[in-house]
């Protein structure tokens, strides 16, 4: 016979979602003061009209059950995969059936296309009990396509309408929930009645605020990247005769290389955000390396770990000025996506930029400048994840120690690894608190639908105490809003929250990185995520919520 899932996987399908309170019964909604958004105030007020200033609500228990007429739901995955998002879907769908067992729920398939293609598929009960618990996004599928143009939009009311739809929730990230924003403020002005509720999803973390504590999936993904950097470090403690330089997935932000520095202290871990603080060089950075593995060295220890956010590149001062303009000569460059071959490609880049900037593009090995000037993503993004910083700094830490060698500063043997992790852990069985956590975010969008909510976020908070006493509510998308860059124009977007150095994070890791440096060696080995088992060990959220919380 053969097996088609493993024990831990039926064992996962089992597994009940631990829920706040408030989430359990009936609910009644409280509403808070009006809202502003985080800055730009006239801007975003002026852009939207009808979504702007809406209250943040709060669901509250209640013996009171309310007869709600049936209604169906569609539902969206947007941008990269993160730990979680199948719960999302079984939580929204489990919470329309309590609302009235009419209730339907279509997913559409391959992301925000889905809706304007209008591919779709009605998710019964049979397929919802497949995923429970499980990691991925396949089932529906996800997608980068970014709903902007109102041509979308109406597309979109006529596919819903076909189909009854109510409502449309998109679990996505800032750019995504952006998009969810536009499309809630243009279904009101057309007055079409279709509500739009976003999720906030993303392994980064860079998607929270005042009001959202952390996005879904990072939890799931630190946990697993940290026990790879542990097993590594077990690993380069037990030859003794490589560095290893990790570089993780996050975007622009830092907090998954931070979360998982404080899970497994690593000899160095680089912070974008402090990089671009410091105003640092690129040789300042590899400076920093180059002391550690120095005093090692000296100490008799050729090996470690050091970790590198994906995103470091773009927040060296220099670096940033060239990727900007480079953001913007590309942006619709037909000229450019013409030309064949990469010298043709290279000479007109370097015939574009300002002088300092070309120097620096010429400075850079040459596979590294070939990589700035990959496509963008659909959102106008740099996609760092194809950026080989890891080598780069391989590259030129080598060369310095060479130098080092020279003089006699430097005794050491130098090999170094290059690793880069972020899809080995965008997939992973959601830990218990994503389980929990999704679960929760998919009861609150379906209540915030039956509730006649638009424009609004799933709200879930007081997230490091037990889950019965978390605080279910909605956020006002408009709120969370500022004007940025984007495409060489400026577009009103969710503020991306980056690591702060005045945070809890990021002053436990500047006070602690010395120790991790030195010779004395303080690694920790986290392991494999637990699902069962004591709560210490199974239900912990991340170090970063713990310490931004105490
Ligand atoms: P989201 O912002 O869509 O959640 O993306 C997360 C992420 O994993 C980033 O960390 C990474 O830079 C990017 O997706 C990679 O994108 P792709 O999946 O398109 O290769």
């Not at 002088?355 to 496509?375: E, F, M, N, V």
Request: proline share 5%.
């Amino acid at each position: 016979m053969t097996m088609t899932k493993s024990p831990l996987q039926i064992a996962r399908a089992a597994y009940q979602p631990k829920m706040p309170v408030a989430l359990q019964g009936n609910v009644s909604l409280k509403e808070g003061a009006k809202t502003q958004s985080v800055a730009d105030q006239e801007e975003i007020l002026k852009l939207f009209p009808n979504t702007y200033g809406m209250p943040v609500i709060e669901f509250e228990p209640t013996s009171e059950a309310t007869t709600v007429a049936a209604f169906n739901v569609g539902v969206i995955l947007s941008g990269g995969q993160a730990p979680g998002g199948h719960n999302v879907i079984c939580g929204l769908f489990d919470a329309l059936k309590r609302i009235n067992p009419e209730n339907k729920l279509y997913g559409f398939l391959g992301g925000p296309s889905g809706l304007v293609d209008g591919k779709y598929a009605e998710l019964t009960a049979d397929v919802i009990d497949e995923y429970r618990n499980t990691g991925g996004f396949d089932i529906i599928g996800s997608g980068r396509t970014k709903l902007e143009e109102t041509e979308q939009f109406d597309k979109g009311i006529k596919v819903c309408q076909e189909l009854g739809i109510k409502a449309i929730v998109i679990i996505g990230g800032d750019d995504s929930n952006t998009n969810a924003c536009v499309l809630a403020e243009y279904y009101l002005q057309k007055n079409c009645g279709i509500q739009v509720i976003g999720c906030p999803k993303t392994i980064d973390g860079d998607l929270k605020n005042e009001m959202i504590e952390t996005s879904f999936g990072f939890d799931t993904a630190c946990k697993t990247f940290a026990e790879l950097i542990g097993n590594i470090q077990r690993d380069a403690n037990s030859a003794k005769k490589y560095w290893h330089f990790i570089r993780l997935m996050g975007r622009s932000a830092s907090h998954i290389a931070l979360e998982c520095a404080l899970q497994a202290q690593p000899n160095v871990c680089l912070i974008s955000e402090e990089v671009e603080a410091k105003s640092m060089t690129l040789n300042e950075v590899v400076e920093q390396i180059v002391e550690v593995i120095v005093a090692r060295a000296n100490a008799g220890l050729n090996f470690g770990t050091i970790l590198i956010p994906e995103g470091l590149i773009e927040f060296i001062p220099a670096m940033r000025v060239l990727i900007q303009e480079l953001n913007d000569m590309l942006a619709e460059n037909e000229e450019f996506a013409a030309l064949e071959g990469d010298d043709a490609k290279r000479e007109y880049v370097k015939s574009k930029l300002t002088a300092a900037s070309c120097d620096l593009y010429r400075s850079l090995p040459k596979g590294i400048a070939k990589q700035l000037t990959l496509d963008r993503d659909p959102h106008g993004n740099v996609m760092v994840s194809q950026i080989e910083t890891e080598k780069l700094l391989i590259e030129m830490v080598q060369k310095r120690l060479a130098q080092l060698k020279a003089t006699g500063t430097y005794k050491g043997k130098f090999a170094a690894l290059n690793h880069f992790f972020g899809y080995e852990g965008r997939c992973a069985m959601p830990s218990n608190f994503d389980a929990d956590y999704c679960y929760s975010l998919g009861n609150t969008a379906a209540h915030l639908i039956a509730a006649g909510k638009t424009g609004y976020m799933a709200l879930v908070k007081n997230l490091t105490k037990p889950a019965s006493e978390w605080v279910a509510g909605g956020v006002p998308v408009t709120m969370m809003m500022n004007m940025e860059r984007r495409h060489g124009k400026m577009k009103p977007v969710i503020q991306k929250a980056l690591v702060d150095l005045n945070g809890a994070p990021f002053k436990y890791l500047a006070a602690h990185r010395a120790d991790w440096a030195d010779p004395q060696l303080s690694y920790i080995y986290p392991g494999p995520i637990q699902y069962y088992g004591p709560s210490e060990v199974c239900d912990q959220p991340t170090r970063t919520l713990m310490l931004e919380q105490a």
